[in-house]
């Protein structure tokens, strides 16, 4: 037991789509520093958990505290401006600016605690240093993901929240973005990563949660989890299954 | 900002000095008249359409709240034509804000209801029981305080500070802002931008730049009907003026004035079947292989539009 409350808490998170509970009394904290995985089979929540982090939705019940406060239905920029940010499954880069102005953008508006950015050297970390000048609309995909990253990066958060950064990247693009992600962590930012890729999960995360029907089966290391009857059986289907 | 003074000096001051001079050279002043008003209110669907990703159809009810808000200032309270001018500013700010709802519609839907809320308020405004009013369907007449020298000067006030705000808009944060809102709203509000805050600004500044342009040419015409300042087709030219010289640039608004609005006063008025023909195919073939407007041609070979 840690005497530092933890950054992130969500306690019993409740949220509906009419009479669909996508997330169903979640509960789970993240300290700073830490890189938690959040996995689960297609439609157990793990994305709509990170859309009620970040404001996207309101939650319909429970709680979600940030550094003490309770965030809970905030809209997003403010979130932002608390030190919350993301990335998203699909990137939606700003396509008629210049991957530049992107980042600026995001360094202008997003109250960076540390200060104004040095974007060139964001850029060079992400390997998009030599599209600086590029509209957002001619990057590739793994590029625009990139982009998304710095976007969120440029704004300063102390809790960072990856949907799915690793699909559809190569291997080599993997260990790179494995690499970024600890670096990332290193620096005291606490990161909510989901994936499906679960070599890549093992790789980065101190601890996974393992997410069924919009809550929590499993809190632990992933050797563990592959381990553990309820995890197995969600993901491969048990015996009882009809 | 050193962008921001040379796109004022290159562009903003060379088209204030001709619009000042011209009229001592060209006689139909009504024309250059209208010049100004379209440059304005194309300026003004770009702040709107160009920095935000919403056309108005109903762009001409602030120009028309503009025309009424000056003309109920001058008959009814006797107000000089500079503080009626504030008062039709302000009923189109007002109008602006009553229609802020509107924003949470996007696309098409956003297009119409705002083309229904522009047609209420002319109903509104044209009912006879109102005629004690606003004079009801009979129409309006300043004589009183009709002065055109004066209010081609205002005129021409007010398209400088619109062209000033769009170069503004171009080389400033919050334009930038803007743009990313248009691009893509949710990534904007991660980006740490308030959305509904950009969007209202932008909302209310297309509205007032609208509503003074209607003032000023309230008083420069001064004997008007609702259907004149409440016509359709003014909201028609403005956004095909804005759109065929490319949206979000300084110079597309300006290019698509003077080359439409010259094909029109070149042919339009003498031949109105082939000016229609030729405005009917310009609008297909804009809309069809040209949607980003004449900027876009140089944008692809790499010229940046100012």
Known sequence: MSPEPPLLSVDGLVKRFGGFRALDGLSFHLNPGEILGLVGPNGSGKTTCINVISGLYAPD???VRFAGRAIGGLPSHRLVHLGINRTFQVPKPFLSLTVRENVAVADGYGRNPRGPVDIDTLLATLDLRPVAERRAAELNSAQQKML???????????????????????????????????????????????EHLMGFIGEITDRVIVMNAGKEIFEGVMADAIQDKRVVEVFLGGEDEG | MPRLLRHTLLILLPLVA?????????????????????????????IIYGFTGYLPFGYVGFFGAGAYGFALAVMHLHALPL???????????????LLTPLLRLSGAYFSIANLAAALAVLQIVSNPALESVTKGPYGISLSGVFDPALAYGVALAILAATTFLVIWLRHSRFGMALQAIR???????????????????????????????????????????????????????????????????????ILGVVILYGIYNAIGISAPQYFQLIYGLLIMGLVLFLPNGLASLLRRRGIDVP
């Open chain 2, 183 to 253: 691009e893509d709203a949710i990534s904007a509000a991660m980006a740490g931008i308030d959305v509904v805050r950009g969007r209202v600004v932008a909302w209310l500044l297309a509205a007032l730049v609208a509503g003074l342009t209607g003032s000023v040419y309230a008083w420069y015409i001064s004997v008007f009907y609702p259907e004149t300042v409440f016509g359709g087709e003014i909201t028609i030219f403005a956004i095909v003026f804005a759109l065929f010289g490319g949206t979000a640039t300084i110079l597309g608004p």
């Open chain 1, 148 to 194: 998304d990253l710095a976007r969120a990066l440029a704004t300063g958060p102390r809790l960072l929240l990856i949907d799915e950064l690793a699909a559809g990247l190569n291997p080599a693009e993997l260990d790179r973005v494995a690499v970024q992600i600890k670096e990332i962590a290193r620096s005291g930012v606490a990161l909510l990563v989901v």
């Open chain 2, 83 to 97: 503080v009626a001018l504030a008062a039709g500013g302000l009923a189109a700010l007002l109008l602006g804000v």
């Open chain 1, 61 to 63: 019940g429970g709680g």
């Open chain 2, 18 to 46: 001709a619009l000042a001079l011209a009229p001592a050279l060209y006689g139909n002043h009504l024309l250059l008249f209208n010049v100004i008003v379209f440059l304005t209110l194309a300026q003004g669907i770009n």
